[in-house]
């Protein structure tokens, strides 16, 4: 990368890729036609392919190998960054049940293999492509900014950076407070903002369909539902249904996490396809695709993500209805109706008919086992509150939840238990500066979001509704999975406004005189 950037002058540009420092190669139809390729959404389509075969037949490996070719060609053929960000979200949710890390079966059960994470041939293999992964996007991110594409400090830089310091001072000035907390913390903060800031910097954001990010999450959505119907029929939970036997929702957990992280992430994925819908003609036939991802997640069984999920659904229903215009307010309105008439049709044969209701508690016994009881929750909020008072101001950390249902942690635990609720967890673990932190965070992302909006930010926002008030219940706001997801919906946000801002033209890379 080095040696291009040093020639890069005796060609003619100061925007750097293999095609502008050896012109002859963008002559090539082979080059022309992979190039059109890692710009289109076939190629995301590959990326969530390989995400799911890796996560239903265990080829983690083999995968991550053709991720690592994929980003080669991406990062000497591609204008920026871009065509990374599908990769790093793919190889999160490539992750198989057979070889989830944190699951440890009994040895004595038949058939039963430790996870691949656990065998030091993978682990090499795995250390050397996270290794060469991080050459080239590290080199390529070197090269676009010493191009002089220069931008200006990020909107959400203050908010991130207060989070990141309350995170590393969870504990602070308490006997509890040690370098374990404070490396958990820093993989928080970065879990939440990495993504932003590399793609922040790493993007040409002029050069971005307006549609990227919903081109991304339904098709990641699409991959999460796959790989859920893949679960039933690994656990068995399919062939159980047939036989009218109930199921068990404990059994839903993936390589990445369990119904209740599976749930989340699909949550946030479902409205994608909303934005399809107010503003491309025909939109309301792209209702159907965000009423299958709303019939995935109802197969997580993740009683809030189903809730919080809808909740988000309906309020990207309600941006259609807003956004669209003409005939297409009008068919938009007309599908929402049919499909409104359908669900309650629905539910009154499930709840009014005994057959119908007995079918769907056999299916859907992990909801109707539970229906609307808290499942502990109080009382873990509760202990969360009693770990405050012990540290208000800086809290106790992230190692020290003393919730009901958790004993003592093993000294070389990683992930520690939480306390299922965004702002009882920042109490605990960070205290009253940890919150301050976060209410500037969020007050940054409501003034992004919602400043100059456009359908582009109101759909984003839809999406991270979705996980926000999911965390109302549960600890998303915290899993590494949804930070991801959180921290791109972001960077879109983000981008669109240097993309539509007038001085954006400004910024673009000139060709050198």
């Known amino acids: 990368m080095a040696k291009a950037l040093a020639f890069a002058p005796l060609f003619g540009y100061n925007e750097i890729m293999l095609v502008e420092c050896i012109t002859k190669l963008g002559e090539y139809r082979a080059v022309r036609m992979l190039r059109a390729f890692l710009r289109s959404p076939w190629y995301t389509v590959l990326i969530a392919l390989l995400m799911v075969c890796a996560n239903l037949f265990s080829l983690e490996l083999p995968v991550f190998y053709l991720y690592l070719v994929l980003a080669f060609f991406a990062i000497l053929f591609d204008d ?4 990374i960000l599908p990769v790093f979200l793919g190889c999160y949710l490539a992750i198989s049940p057979r070889n989830n890390p944190a699951v440890y079966p009994p040895k004595e059960l038949p058939g039963w293999k430790p996870s691949a994470f656990y065998d030091p041939g993978f682990m090499l293999q795995l250390y050397f492509l996270i290794a060469a992964f991080s050459v080239l996007i590290v080199g390529r991110l070197i090269v676009i900014l010493m191009r002089g594409n220069k931008k200006k400090v990020p909107a959400l830089a203050l908010g991130f950076g207060a989070l990141g310091l309350a995170y590393l001072l969870a504990g602070a000035f308490s006997k509890y407070y040690d370098l374990r907390t404070v490396f958990f913390g820093a993989v928080q903060i970065l879990s939440l903002s990495g993504l932003y800031f590399l793609f922040y910097y790493g993007v040409d954001w002029d050069r971005t369909r307006k549609d990227e990010f919903a081109i991304l999450f ?3 959505g699409f991959g999460i539902t796959a790989e859920v119907l893949g679960l039933y029929v690994q656990t068995g939970a399919f062939g159980k249904m047939l036989a009218g036997e109930a199921i068990d929702r404990g059994i839903l957990v993936t390589g990445w996490g369990m119904y209740n992280n599976v749930g989340c992430v699909l949550a946030i994925c479902a409205p994608a396809p909303l934005y399809f819908a107010a503003t491309r003609k025909h939109g309301y036939l792209y209702l159907l695709l965000g009423v299958v991802l709303l019939g995935g ?30 005939r297409a307010r009008l068919s938009n309105a007309i599908a929402i109706g049919i499909c409104s008439a359908l669900l309650i049709a629905v539910l009154i044969l499930v709840f009014c008919i005994p057959a119908f209701r007995k079918k769907a508690e056999e299916i859907f016994s992990g909801i109707f086992e539970h229906g609307f009881d808290d499942n502990g929750r109080w009382e873990i909020y509760r202990a969360g509150l009693e770990q405050f008072a012990e540290g208000p101001f800086f809290g106790v950390g ?3 939840c003393t919730a009901f249902r958790w004993g003592e942690l093993p000294p070389d635990a990683f992930l520690p238990p939480r306390y299922h609720d965004t702002y009882v967890q920042l109490l605990a673990s960070g205290g009253v500066f940890a919150l301050c932190c976060y209410l500037l965070h969020r007050l940054e992302t409501v003034v992004l979001l919602f400043r100059r909006a456009t359908a582009e930010k109101i759909f984003i926002a839809v999406c991270i509704s979705a996980l926000l008030m999911s965390s109302i219940v549960d600890c998303h706001f915290f899993n590494f999975g949804p930070g991801f997801l959180y921290g791109t919906l972001l960077v879109f946000a983000e981008g669109s406004e240097l993309r539509d801002m007038p001085q954006s033209a400004a910024l673009r890379p000139q060709k050198a005189e």
Do not use: E, H
Not at 80 to 83: A, E, F, N, V
Not at 304 to 315: D, K, N, P, Q, T
């Open 80 to 83: 920026d960054l871009k065509c």
């Open 218 to 220: 339904t098709v990641l």
């Open 297 to 326: 997640l109802l197969f997580t069984q993740s009683r809030g993500s189903i809730l919080f999920g809808g909740i988000a659904f309906v309020f990207g229903l309600v941006a259609v209805l807003v956004t669209s215009k003409g």
């Open 398 to 400: 992230f190692y020290q």
